[in-house]
């Protein structure tokens, strides 16, 4: 590739490396020059351009893209189309990533215009959750570059997601007199929570006295109708031989490891029987904040072997007592089996960015954008839809005139979004597991979006937040469970519920529902892109 400052005469074909104006004309980076483009920038009085050629020797960044994305090798992820050099990649299923990671730094390497970023190993990720990036940097990679790439590629997989099994869980709590019910229920609140998030099932609990032959007939029982059982003693574990990793004997099954180095989570237990996996889990697991055990029940819920090797080898970076970097439930209310979900229609702001105009009473298709926002929400199954209003809210209740909607008035929509929030939660009845924060202004979200949402919500349990995305980035709209209701009316002024969201105390659950997630109408000319009309009677 031949790359620098090119005469105006000479640059018919090249490809722009900056963007450029000049008079009318408006050309991006990575242009390829026309001759009328020439005639225009010649006439605009630009002598030279700073461009790039390519040589019979290169391939074009989205061509080089696309033959490293087809060279490379992974499981459960699909590829996105090449834009800009640019080729990023998706799961196609709720699991734990992987990677090899040696292969990934050799061909980082290789030459600094090809470049490959992935997710770190064994992070979580949900469907359609970005896990890798394939960015080719300048706009030209040689054909002599790529052939060592591929070579090194060939035959080993790159990456991939191991997709969670829906494994059914037994749970084992075994009781001394000291042992108070009420712990025992807690744990299973927070054990239920943490399997449906990894997407199984707790499908039985026993409770057996603290002693090895009871325990060891509850793990028998519950090993021939589960994929994983999970034991809590009612004292840790301090030995080899204490009564969790005895009973597992007992029952006829091996010890692989005992202890870990993670911290929480060093008295974990590692077993198996007949070919299962049995976990004696550590007294931290009581809690929903994050610990070693998280580590081993993911990888198992995704059918990836765990072994004495790989718990030792979780050392390093096993100090988890004051970073608590993976979202895990709290405790929370007993799961339902088919939560509910009220959608709000967050329709009460002043659209100060309109000058004038309200934007929710623009048309699209001749319908007032609040009213589609509004049937969208009843369409997805919305149970209720709330209709925040404030600014202008007389003509926005008409223009929902004849909708089964609960209207919701916002006195003090001035004030900012939080107000309308904590309005929406005034309003939600005591059925709801969980309210959808959907903004008015958003024509491009479809009834089948905010249902993939809910599905998701649901089948997670109703403990998690739900968040639109687009190409991995945040979005709207986002569903909120019940229990963070009450920390919404900590919120003040102009902000919503994202510091709520993002401090990684409950599961954060990332929906793709393309572009529709990030296109609001905040200004005419987004609205008039959009396909809305703005009348004048809407100020």
Known sequence: MIFGEISIENALGAILAHSTHAGALKLKKGHVLTESDVAQLQEAGVTNVIAARLQEADLDENAAALKLTEALQWFG?????????????????????????????????????????????????????????????PFAVAVSVMERILDLSRDRIAFGVHGFAGSRIGLIQTTLPSVKATVLDKTRRVIEARIAANHGFLTTELRPVHASKPLSAAIRKLQNTNDIVIVFGA???????????????????????????????????????????????????????ENGFDWVLERLMAKIPV???????????????????????????????????????????????????????????????????????IEAGGDPVIAVLGHMAEQCSAALDGLNVVIALNKDYASGLASSLQTAIRH??????????????????????????????????GQSVVRATFQGKRGNPVILPRLLFDEVFTLAGDVGARHLIERGDIPVIDVELGE???????????????????TGTIR
Do not use: W
Not at 87 to 108: K, P, R, S
């Open 77 to 137: 992820v699909q590829a996105g189309p090449a834009a800009t050099g640019r080729v990023n990649c998706y799961a196609q299923t709720a699991g734990l990533f992987a990677v090899d990671a040696d292969l990934i730094n050799a061909i980082n390497a290789i030459d600094p215009s090809v470049t490959i970023a992935t997710l770190k190993p064994f992070e979580r990720v949900e469907q359609g959750q970005m896990v890798a990036t394939i960015k080719i940097i």
């Open 307 to 377: 072994t004495k090797a790989d718990i030792v080898g979780m050392g390093v970076g096993g100090l988890l007592m004051e970073i608590p970097t993976r979202p895990q439930p709290r405790d929370p209310r007993p799961p339902v089996t088919r939560p509910n979900v009220a959608i709000a229609v967050l329709a009460a702001g002043q659209s100060t960015r309109m000058n004038g105009p309200n934007k929710l009473l623009a048309t699209f298709d001749d319908v007032p954008l609040v009213r589609r926002s509004a049937l969208t929400a």
């Open 235 to 289: 004292s840790a574990v301090v030995d080899q031989g204490d009564i969790v990793p005895e009973a597992m004997r007992e029952a006829g099954g091996n010890v692989h490891h005992v202890g870990m180095p993670v911290d929480p989570g060093n008295l974990l237990v590692l077993g198996e029987l007949d070919g299962k996996p049995v976990i004696g889990a550590p007294g931290c697991a009581r809690s929903p904040k």
């Open 516 to 534: 529709a997630a990030v296109i609001d109408v905040d200004t005419p000319d987004m609205l008039n892109r959009a396909g809305g009309t703005i």
């Open 428 to 461: 939600v009845p005591s059925s709801a597991d969980g309210m959808m924060m959907l903004l008015a202004d958003m024509p491009a979200l479809s009834p089948s979006d905010l249902k993939s949402m809910i599905n998701r919500f649901q089948n997670t349990g």
